[in-house]
């Protein structure tokens, strides 16, 4: 007996797809170069995927890192930009020579394959694209070395151009040199506050400031000593005030930790840069898209996912490494441990593939670094001094009284009183705070830069008001398109004619669409009729 | 102060005299207008209220086709007041035909509506470019409907949830229902994972568990899942009405003014267990932009910054089952046939009714019964196609462009 499909749903349609590969490698930072090295060394079809150089509109929208305005014309020139990147990173010629196909300027925007809720797929397909095009690549592996991003702690005056995340930062200074503050303000003198820091004294920056609101620097010490050897002042137990400015940062206030609200600030920072430099949160937007396994690790930088010691995920196809992998301070000070992770999956993959390939020796088990601590003491301290008004989501101007008071946004007019009784504690005694629901709700983390500047925060936000740990909390979903990409671009232009002529608007049961007094067909063998233009394949 | 005695959780074990199964659009709906009549009355969600296909999906409140439509139309725009809670709802809705055929099928579909009494304007080319100024400039053009409208579904399951408890009804989230327990042909109690409640009568509105839920009482209710999905833009200004589709896609602009749409081929899925997984979604989402775009050339450049898929189930005519049933007799299975969004305060007053007095009184319900497929054939789904399809890989592989 044939098997009766319906033209209107999934069954038989295909996706034009590339070439097919057997390894994708996303994100061409040390783990990612390692891996796509190692790979292609061992005899393996790879490709090495990554998003540098990011466009100048992109750029504009913080997407990926908080860019905060703070780039000059130049990124507007991308053949520039590609030679700078190759400048930046000399293992891309590397890579280039060792027959790697290199997908520069190219997103990793969606992942798409089988699970429960699929089987459409005869093979992993990823979403790629660049400025002109998208299109579908099928691999048989996937290493996602996508890396970290910022991780901004709001203050008033955080939306000012000129505020931007400790990636951006990196990324402008070095893969793009386009960066055009001269006086920096940098907050938190962790690992990633002190390397910022130390990147700017190399680039011949004036670093005004470092803060944190501990009361001893977190940071390395010798990164310490060598800035206070350098005359940086370094103002612990402070937070901020506000950043201070007309169009642009032009300074920054600060307060000692706990001054109450109309404290006169204790210290003025003339600066046109304040850095956000708390740290950075790993990037697993794919490996969630993807459906991979992630648990909260408060010591690696929040969600992250659960693999094993070769980094597979719990999708065994797809491999995890670097930075997106956990964040932690040895991998952020030393890349070769990074690089490490890389050939060890590539070994693992190659070894899938029938190739023999030594195994990487062990990499030192990574000490516990208090992420999680020193990011709850930011976001109370600057919630605490900046107060209610403060705006926490950008892009849906969600205030922090909005989303404690789980109000609806502020297009929509509603009636206070209705909401009176409504807030984080109430909506809790229902469940435990699901970070989704608020986002509909309130619409935080809901904007175009896809809550890139607000998600972290939200989260320990809503820990933090409903008295659980950040760990309590699920995941906020990521959604593909995880770049936000123009509809013109996202565009199927390959569609198969099978798509075309069988598209429906919604399922095609005609007696779906009938009025009620037309009695539909007797449906004891098939379905009630299907649109007449539809094709029978 | 936070009332804490209008939002006080229910006692595990502590039944109602109507327990509806299923927190989604329709349950909850049935629920408030349980609650509204003075019924005690708890709904049992095995995750977030609202958190499946009834928060995700196109909005819509125009369904001329359904024996509910003169309900929905009457309600919608009391429903914010009704609630006490925005739910977005705007009036209205622009069908853009790009072609001819398009406009044929336009003027189809109105006439439905204008049979049972309400009316529409055709736009002509100029007409509807300057309703909708993104819109291609070649359409031939389309129709204002003068019914019908659109809402935000996320906050419309919300208002349902909170108005429910305004009005002395109980939600318990997180919990499953495993078992009923009957007696003398009536169901007396719910057996969960949180323990058992008691009830005098229940309604299963359980979406695409509903038939699994139905046949641990012996009941069959054919339906079938498939995963449908959307895609959002980021916010454009604001076109007069939001309510604007057309070109083989559903959807609306948000009071926002994101452009969230959705069409295209489904997935039949086997039937679902207790849990849902969240649905994925696939390159279909490359699609939808496309036709969008063709839609709306000037938004071309508009970027998308999400998608979203749901599982919806259906029935084998694609109609709604509401039915009081004979056996047990005291419960209502309602199941909306993947169409439950927008009909939902008519849907939900209509099996309220069915719950206290046998039948409702605006809509004649008996064409939505379960009898009408007891003729259906065992391996119904299989015959239809509304089967899980797994790719062959060896036969014709990815095409290779």
């Not at chain 1, 992109?58 to 905060?68: A, K, Q, R, S, T």
């Not at chain 2, 309900?71 to 609630?83: A, G, K, S, T, V």
């Amino acid at each position: 007996m044939s098997v009766v499909l319906d033209p209107t749903s999934m069954a038989g349609k295909q996706f034009v797809t590339r070439p097919h590969t057997q390894l994708v490698v996303v994100g061409a930072g040390p783990a990612g170069l390692a891996a796509a090295l190692e790979a292609a060394r061992l005899g393996l079809e790879t490709m090495l995927v990554d998003e540098n150089p990011i466009s100048a509109a992109l750029m504009g929208m913080d997407v990926p890192f908080h860019f905060g305005g703070r780039m000059d014309g130049s990124v507007q020139n991308s053949a520039r930009a590609v030679e700078l990147l190759l400048e930046a990173r000399p293992a891309l010629a590397e890579a280039f020579e060792a027959g790697i196909d290199m997908q520069l300027g190219v997103s990793a925007w969606g992942a798409f394959g089988n699970g429960p809720t699929a089987s459409f797929a005869a093979q992993p397909i990823l979403g790629l694209a660049n400025e002109e095009s998208s299109w579908l690549q099928t691999f048989d592996h996937l290493i996602v070395a996508a890396g970290a991003r910022d991780l901004p702690i709001a203050c008033a005056g955080w939306e000012k151009p000129g505020v931007m995340g400790a990636r951006g930062f990196h990324a402008l200074l070095r893969d793009y040199r386009a960066f055009n503050g001269r006086r920096l303000v940098i907050l938190g003198a962790g690992i990633v506050g002190l390397k910022t820091a130390v990147a700017a004294r190399e680039a011949g920056l004036e670093v005004a400031a470092i803060v944190d609101v501990d009361d001893a620097p977190r940071g390395p010490a010798p990164l310490l000593a060598r800035l206070k050897g350098d005359g940086i002042a370094i103002h612990s137990g402070h937070c901020v005030r506000a950043i201070r400015g007309n169009t642009e940062v032009d300074g920054v206030s600060l307060v000692p930790v706990n001054a109450t609200q109309d404290a006169a600030a204790a210290i003025e920072l003339p600066c046109d840069t304040v850095v956000l430099a708390v740290d950075v949160a790993p990037n697993i937007e794919l490996l969630d898209v993807l459906g991979c396994a992630t648990q909260y690790r408060a010591e690696l930088g929040g969600y992250v996912p659960t693999l094993d010691r070769e980094g597979r995920t719990s999708q065994r196809h797809v491999f995890a490494i670097g930075d997106c992998a956990g964040i932690a301070d040895q991998n952020l000070a030393d890349p070769t441990r990074a690089a490490a992770q890389g050939r060890r999956a590539a070994r693992a993959i190659a070894a899938e593939h029938g190739a023999a390939a030594a195994d990487e020796p062990p990499l030192a088990t990574v000490a516990p670094s208090d992420r999680e601590g020193s990011r709850q003491r930011w976001l109370a301290a600057q919630l605490a001094m900046a107060g209610d008004d403060l705006v926490i989501c950008q892009c849906e101007e969600v205030r922090l009284r909005d989303l404690i008071g789980v109000r609806p946004p502020r297009y929509l007019a509603h009636s206070e009183a209705a909401f009176a009784h409504l807030n984080l504690h109430a909506l809790a005694v229902d469940g435990p705070v699901n970070q989704d629901q608020i986002k509909r709700l309130t619409r935080a983390g809901m904007g175009a830069c896809q809550g890139r500047r607000c998600r972290d925060q939200v989260h320990l936000l809503l820990a933090a008001r409903s008295n659980v740990s950040p760990g309590d909390i699920p995941l906020a979903s990521y959604r593909a398109p995880v770049r936000p990409i123009p509809l013109g671009i996202l565009a199927d232009q390959d569609e198969t004619p099978n798509m075309r002529d069988n598209w429906t608007t919604w399922f095609g049961i005609d007696a779906q669409w009938q009025p009620h007094w037309e009695k539909p067909e007797p449906t004891q063998t098939r379905p009630p009729g299907r649109l007449r233009r539809l094709v029978e394949k | 102060m936070t009332d804490m005695s209008k939002l006080r959780p229910p006692e595990p074990g502590k039944g109602a005299a109507v327990i509806v199964v299923g927190g989604g659009v329709t349950g909850l709906s049935a629920a408030w207008w349980l609650a509204q009549a003075g019924i005690d009355v708890l709904v049992l969600e095995k995750g977030i209220v609202g958190w499946e296909a009834s928060g995700r999906n196109g909005g819509g409140a125009t369904h001329p086709v359904s024996p509910l439509f003169r309900e929905e139309q009457r309600l919608w725009p009391m429903m914010d007041e009704l609630l006490g809670y925005p739910t977005e709802f705007r009036p209205h809705r622009i069908r853009v035909a790009l072609h001819e055929d398009e406009m044929e099928e336009r003027l189809r579909g109105a006439a439905i509506a204008v049979d049972q009494g309400f009316t529409f304007e055709k736009l002509d080319n100029k007409t509807l470019r300057e309703l909708v100024p993104i819109v291609d400039e070649t359409a031939v053009g389309g129709i204002l409907s003068n019914y019908g409208g659109h809402a935000n579904p996320q906050r419309t399951v919300q208002a349902y949830a909170w108005a429910l408890q305004d009005r002395g009804g109980r939600i318990q989230q997180h919990t499953t229902v495993q078992e009923f327990e009957l007696r003398n042909g009536r169901v007396i109690g719910v057996l969960t994972d949180q323990g058992r409640f008691g009830c005098d009568a229940l309604v299963l509105a359980a979406g695409p568990q509903t038939a699994w839920l139905a046949a641990r009482m012996g009941i069959d209710v054919p339906i079938a899942s498939a995963r449908v999905e959307m895609i959002v833009t980021e916010p454009l200004p604001l076109m007069k009405h939001g309510g604007v589709d057309g070109g083989g896609l559903y959807g609306r602009q948000t009071l926002r003014g994101n452009l969230a749409y959705g069409g295209g081929p489904h997935e039949w899925l086997q039937a679902q267990g207790l849990r849902t997984a969240r649905p994925v979604n696939s390159p279909v989402l490359r699609s939808l932009a496309r036709r969008l775009r063709e839609l709306f050339p000037k938004a071309a450049h508009v970027r998308v910054i999400r998608s979203w898929a749901g599982i919806v189930e259906n029935t084998p005519d694609g109609r709604p089952i509401l039915d009081r049933l004979k056996n047990p007799e005291n419960v209502v299975v309602a199941t909306m046939s993947s169409v439950g969004f927008g009909l939902s305060p008519a849907s939900g007053r209509a099996i309220a009714q069915l719950v206290t007095q046998g039948h409702s009184d605006f809509a004649d319900l008996r064409q939505l019964d379960l009898a009408r497929f007891a003729d259906l054939a065992p391996d119904w789904r299989a015959r239809f196609g509304w089967i899980e399809v797994a790719p062959q890989l060896d036969e014709s592989p990815a095409v290779v462009s």
